[in-house]
C-alpha cells in the first residue's frame, strides 16, 4: 500500500506560481510511476504530468508543456509539481497518483488539492 498526501494548492491570480508536494509512503517507490493528475467542476479528470522515479522519465500534458515542471526528492520520498504562468483554466482539484511501472492504471490516489486560478 502507497498513502499519498498532497499539500500547497490554494488561490493565486493569473500568472503566478504555486508549487505542490505529495508525501509518499509505505513503500519503496523505485518501482513506481508517480503522477499529478487533475478534475475541473464538471470535467473529467485528466492527466497533468508524471515521473519515473527511478531514472528521471517525465511526461507531460500538452497544456502544461512548458509551464509545470515534475520533481521529485528521494530523501523526502516527495514528488513536487512547480506550477508557473497559471491560468484560469488551471483551476483544478489536483491529484497525487502511484502505479508499479508495471501497471497501466494508477491505484494509489491523494485526497487531491484545490488549485484556484483568478483572473
Known amino acids: 500500500q502507497v498513502r499519498l498526501v498532497e499539500s500547497g494548492g490554494g488561490l493565486v491570480q493569473a500568472g503566478a506560481s504555486l508549487r505542490l508536494s505529495c508525501a509518499a509512503s509505505?513503500?519503496?517507490?523505485?518501482?513506481?510511476?508517480m503522477g499529478w493528475f487533475r478534475q475541473a467542476p464538471g470535467k473529467e479528470r485528466e492527466f497533468v504530468s508524471a515521473?519515473?522515479?527511478?531514472?528521471?522519465?517525465?511526461w507531460y500534458a500538452d497544456s502544461v508543456k512548458g509551464r509545470f515542471t515534475i520533481s521529485s526528492d528521494n530523501v523526502q520520498n516527495t514528488v513536487y509539481l512547480q506550477m508557473n504562468s497559471l491560468k484560469p483554466e488551471d483551476t483544478a482539484v489536483y491529484y497525487c497518483?502511484?502505479?508499479?511501472?508495471?501497471?497501466?492504471?494508477?491505484?494509489?490516489w491523494g485526497q487531491g488539492t484545490q488549485v484556484t486560478v483568478s483572473s
Open positions: 497518483a502511484a502505479r508499479l511501472i508495471t501497471d497501466s492504471e494508477y491505484r494509489y
Open positions: 509505505g513503500r519503496t517507490l523505485s518501482r513506481y510511476d
Open positions: 515521473k519515473r522515479w527511478s531514472g528521471g522519465i517525465t
